[in-house]
């Protein structure tokens, strides 16, 4: 492998025709780097669609009522009904596979004109009545003051929690907004936090940074909700399926308000987790495909080295004959025509691993540096690893497979013959 004077004939073998041993690295060289390319452009893509979610518990389901479009019990089509608090307890007691349940209200600006205001200042935008619950299934990053928590529930406290674009609106830059009061619909709350999304891709009610959260109980006392539920959140167990604790929480929601099982529109509902895992699967299709077309185009490079390294056999037939002649084994012949094969796949595909990572670190670098949206479709483009190890191995064994064929070639041919041939 270190002998000095193989590596001078390969090295000599390449030189000799400069142009051709260049057009045929060039072939390994745009595989690998499109191969390259490409997993790491899918990787940005990826990362820019996942980072939506940011920590949002992708193992959540949303439900919510709607009119009957089925009679059942003596009940009209077209029913209006609403869910009930004594509803969170039938569902905590009867599906054991939930782990998180947080029912919710909501109100805001979408019902027409200012409903926020302080002093002079106004703006319409959504109210929610939570569970403190809510920042577990999205949570959101405090930057000042604290969320809601139980007491606030229990006391109906008059208290609230506001996004970003409220407290720029409301309050003076650099004003400290704890503590404060506004008037959300006529009704005084004391600010007791601010915060803004952790993830911008999921927004349920409206832009996040344009909410502002209270107590449920607080909710449904001062706007006349009563004991009405807007909709439900919640979040499977570990090792369970979201889907199954929708398809329980639906057949006991039905049961509970006299809802034909066959009513297919009475309750809306939207399983997160089946989006995020048809989302995944997609991203692992896409990259699939990638290093389908990416190996195939690789190994179109790696043919063309074949085929020079039969023309290279053929011209160095006597060359070979004469070394057999003076007692070169097989084996020797073998392994330095596989030797300069893999030689020339390695170089070539490296320089090609070299400059398309170069190019994804440039790209990102670009992305980063720019005013580009928190909400861009494609962040972080690059590769692991892992993932050039594996490119790098693909790259040696694909050298050997196109030396292989011409190797044995080589050593096919009697040595007489060899020594006789023109």
Do not use: C
């Not at 407290?167 to 959300?184: C, D, R, S, V, W």
């Not at 070639?409 to 007489?416: C, G, N, Q, R, T």
Request: aromatic letters at 10%; zero cysteines.
């Amino acid at each position: 492998m270190f002998d000095l004077d193989r590596w001078q004939e390969i090295m000599s073998a390449l030189k000799k025709n400069k142009m051709r041993t260049f057009l045929t690295a060039f072939g390994v060289f745009w595989g690998i780097f499109m191969l390259i390319v490409m997993l790491g452009a899918g990787n940005g893509l990826r990362n820019g669609v996942t980072s939506d979610f940011g920590d949002f518990a992708t193992n959540s389901v949303f439900m919510w009522t709607r009119n009957t479009t089925i009679p059942y019990k003596g009940l009209p089509r077209g029913r209006n009904y609403n869910f009930k608090m004594d509803d969170v307890a039938a569902l905590k007691k009867e599906i054991p596979e939930i782990d998180i349940l947080s029912p919710r209200t909501q109100g805001g600006g979408f019902q027409g004109g200012n409903n926020v205001i302080r002093g002079s200042k106004s703006g319409a935008f959504s109210i929610m009545g939570d569970y403190p619950e809510w920042n577990e299934i999205d949570p959101v990053i405090i930057t000042s003051g604290r969320f809601l928590n139980n007491a606030d529930l229990k006391e109906k406290r008059k208290v609230a929690v506001i996004g970003k674009k409220v407290q720029e609106i409301l309050f003076e830059p650099g004003e400290n907004a704890i503590g404060q009061y506004i008037q959300l619909q006529g009704i005084y709350f004391q600010v007791i936090g601010t915060f803004k999304p952790m993830n911008s891709g999921i927004n349920f009610g409206g832009d996040k940074e344009q909410t502002i959260y209270m107590p449920l109980t607080t909710f449904q006392r001062v706007y006349n909700w009563g004991d009405v539920i807007g909709w439900f959140a919640f979040t499977s167990k570990d090792g369970v399926p979201a889907s199954v604790v929708e398809e329980k929480a639906s057949a006991l929601l039905r049961r509970r308000h006299l809802v034909s099982p066959e009513d297919a529109q009475a309750i809306g509902s939207f399983n997160l987790e089946k989006q995020y895992n048809q989302m995944t699967g997609l991203f692992q299709g896409i990259n699939g495909l990638i290093w389908i077309v990416g190996i195939g185009t690789l190994l179109a490079g790696v043919i063309g080295i074949s085929n020079i390294m039969l023309v290279i056999v053929k011209e160095r037939t006597k060359e070979i004959g004469i070394q057999r002649a003076i007692g070169a084994s097989p084996f020797k012949i073998i392994s330095q025509i596989i030797t300069e094969s893999v030689f020339l796949t390695t170089f070539a595909g490296y320089v090609g691993l070299v400059i398309s990572v170069g190019l994804l670190e440039l790209l990102n670098k670009m992305l980063l540096s720019g005013e580009a949206s928190e909400n861009t479709m494609f962040k972080n483009p690059g590769i692991d690893f892992n993932m050039a190890i594996i490119a790098l191995a693909v790259l040696v064994i694909s050298g050997a497979i196109a030396g292989w064929i011409p190797a044995r070639k080589a050593v096919s041919i009697k040595p007489i013959d060899a020594l006789r041939y023109e």
